[in-house]
């Protein structure tokens, strides 16, 4: 039984923790010690790894606030640099802090010149994000000044690079894929304006950014900036735990965002929408998603927290919309997209399941309208998920609790036994 302040194990009493808002949590840091027993959480689904104060998530909501802000509000009112500042530094800034900012990540948007020869290195071919993994990696043997990890002033400006840099980071390995020639930064331009200038300009011609193509990317990668103690946050973290470099960090955070079951549902979403083809096959897909003997998902449906409607699935939706008008797109795939959604959320199963559009149900639509192959989707994410990353590994480091990340484990191996010579087995 517990009280309202601890909860009683054997002899033993254990804190409860309140947060701001949200769940309590046990303090369990002496459990060990007292009862010689750990606990047992794979997926570490009821495990709070850390305190923060950046980002809350209540999946039964459907809310998301960053800093206390609604994602909502910060997709239609604020930018991209803004909701970067806002996660780094835990305020909105004021319109002096906010150029300022603007303008030390504008200038460190330029790669270490020698990074251009890295880049040949790999095949054509090459996955973005394999190449975002390599290059991100690499980073730390290029700007020496900014890994001391114990001083924040080298910290603030490891962010500041990794933030800046991964949009030319991005849109390189997306030219080398294409065999096009690398294009510089451009000052002039906002910090999405820049990365498609980048991307989809040639150094032949001037490159004219359409601004709802600008403005509905802010929005996506306002939208991904951060989310929580999720799979790559909390390898980033782990990763940071030990000491090691912040740019060897987010190089761990970007491979384990490319995994299928984080940041590649969105190319599966796009890839079963276009499956699909017209809306008359819809109910074949819903009826396949709902047999047990079928291993077929809606892609793009259901999260691990989110158990009503994923916020960010709300704005993206607006969003599609907004650039299929502006780009003249006619792609049956929105249609598709749409009645899917609505079928779905009138579907018993769905709703007693609690199955809702996510994130990545309307991303790809968008992204793939603005001229991204797939292989970017991910890579996208990345760079829009940096400051999070970042952010999250700066309140690590600077939180006095911190120590190097060590799970345990429930061990179901042999016991100790006698090594036997190779002639003997
Ligand atoms: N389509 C059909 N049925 C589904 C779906 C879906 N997309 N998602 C879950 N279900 C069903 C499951 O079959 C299960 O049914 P059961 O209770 O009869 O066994 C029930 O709903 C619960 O599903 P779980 O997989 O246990 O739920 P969990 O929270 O572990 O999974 C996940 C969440 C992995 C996201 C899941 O909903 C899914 O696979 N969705 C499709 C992939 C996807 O869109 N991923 C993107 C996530 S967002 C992001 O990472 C940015």
Redesign the pocket.
Known sequence: MADTNTLKFGDHDYPVMSGSVGPQVVDIRKLYSETGMFTYDP?FTSTASCESALTYIDGDEGVLLHRGYPIGQLAEQSSFMEVSYLLLNGELPSKGELDEFTHTITRHTMLHEQLATFYRGFRRDAHPMAIMCGVVGALSAFYHDSTDINDPRQRMIASHRLIAKMPTIAAMAYKYSVGQPFLYPDNSLSYTGNFLRMTFGVPAEPYHVNPIVERALDRIFIL?AD?EQ??STSTVRLAGSSGANPFACIAAGIACLWG????G??E??LNMLREIGTPDRIPEFIAR??D?NDP????????????NY?PRATVMQKTVREVFDALKVNDPVFEVALQLEHM?LNDP??IE???FP????YSGVILSAIGFPTTMFTAL?ALARTVGWVAQWNEMISDPAQKIGRPRQLYTGPTQRDYVEIGKR
């Open positions: 997926g991904h989310h999720n799979a299928p079951a984080h940041g549902a969105n599966a979403a998603a709902k047990k077929f998902r809606l892609m793009g449906f259901g999260h691990r927290v989110y158990k994923d779905a199963y769905f399941k609690k199955l996510n994130v990545d149900f994410f």
